[in-house]
């Protein structure tokens, strides 16, 4: 069951002239008295520096994410993210770690547009890829995701939106919010931008159980969300051998590019995906054969894919609870 409805942005957003004025003379209070990190001066009220992007294809432009876990000083900016402009309207894919990153986004697409922002996908329920929704709510868009994602943000929002409270400080969180989709998807679906179509696709569980794609027809660019990446080590949080099904999917996609969820912000396709392949084909294997001589899970978490340690940045973050999710998966084959 779905416990999380879309609020329409008119109705949450509505303050009077006077709650507007104490807010912001509080705001100013703040900013005198409280030492800022750096991502509330890049957030300060009215004062949201831009995100800075790159056009890797005519109208499509990301936001490279840092390779690193979610902090205050980075505002949770750790994933690709960006936006396609049509000739009338604009999609968001994606939307930052943090309320703060949101807006930083925003403002970046408003400094190359005054288009309306229609659309915003979220390509699965990660942190790094939802929490900015909020800054987009005034904007009034539909918000669009898988249709597992609704039940993943109630079953995970509130446990996330605490766990990064306690990591990077209620601050840098200040205005986060979980926003769940509008429009979930299920059969594909196609957006219209003016000039060009997106094509959106739900997938069945592999990185999470609410993978979406976003292929943008006109430059032949797919943005992949987390079901790729790139430098940054693949975190399984749905399915080890579902997530290969997937891959082999997503390479007959005529794409000429990807954007992956972390990593360059654009990568030839399908080329793009041969070492996430390869990790987590070596991953399965080296669990087949440890499963097979009859190891104990902790004793094949210590020891599986360490073959890739050097290739990867975050691998002691990510693998053994990668190995430990493909342990659970493999050993009842
Ligand atoms: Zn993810």
């Known amino acids: 069951m779905n416990t999380f409805h879309y609020t329409a942005p008119n109705k949450r957003m509505r303050l009077s002239a006077p709650s507007v004025f104490i807010a912001l003379a509080l705001s100013v209070v703040v900013c ?10 890049r957030c300060g009220a009215g004062n949201a520096l831009e995100a800075s992007v790159e056009e890797i294809a005519s109208g499509v432009y990301v936001r490279a994410g840092v390779t690193a876990t979610m902090t205050a000083d980075n505002a949770g900016a750790i994933a690709n993210v960006g936006f396609i402009i049509g000739t009338e309207a604009i999609a968001v894919i994606d939307t930052g770690g943090s309320a703060c990153d949101g807006s930083r986004l925003r403002a970046a697409i408003r400094a190359r547009s005054q288009l309306p922002i229609k659309f915003v996908i979220n390509t699965h329920m990660h942190p790094d890829h939802v929490f900015g929704n909020a800054a987009f709510v005034a904007d009034g868009p539909t918000f669009i995701g898988h249709h597992n994602l609704a039940r993943a943000l109630a079953a995970r929002g509130a446990h996330y939106l605490e766990a990064n409270r306690d990591i990077m400080g209620a601050a840098a969180l200040a205005g986060t919010e979980i926003i769940a989709p509008g429009l979930p998807v299920e059969d594909p679906i196609e957006i219209a931008l003016g000039g060009t179509t997106l094509e959106i696709v739900a997938h069945p569980t592999g990185h999470t159980d609410n993978d979406l794609t976003v292929f943008d027809r006109r430059t032949r660019t797919l943005w992949t969300g987390d079901l790729v990446f790139l430098e940054h080590l693949p975190v399984v949080d749905g399915s080890l051998k579902g997530w290969l099904a997937v891959m082999d999917a997503l390479k007959k996609i005529p794409a000429l590019r990807a954007v992956p969820g972390h990593g360059p912000v654009s990568v030839p396709w399908p080329r793009g995906v041969a070492d996430q392949e390869r990790y ?4 399965v294997e080296d669990l087949r054969g440890l499963i097979a001589t009859g190891r104990s899970m902790n004793d094949a978490i210590a020891v599986a894919a360490e073959s890739e340690r050097d290739k990867w940045l975050l691998f002691d973050e990510f693998n053994a609870r ?5 342990f659970a998966e493999l050993e009842w084959e």
């Open 32 to 41: 005198l008295h409280a030492p800022l990190s750096r991502s509330q001066e």
């Open 280 to 283: 987590l084909a070596v991953l």
């Open 322 to 326: 990668n190995a430990s999710v493909g």
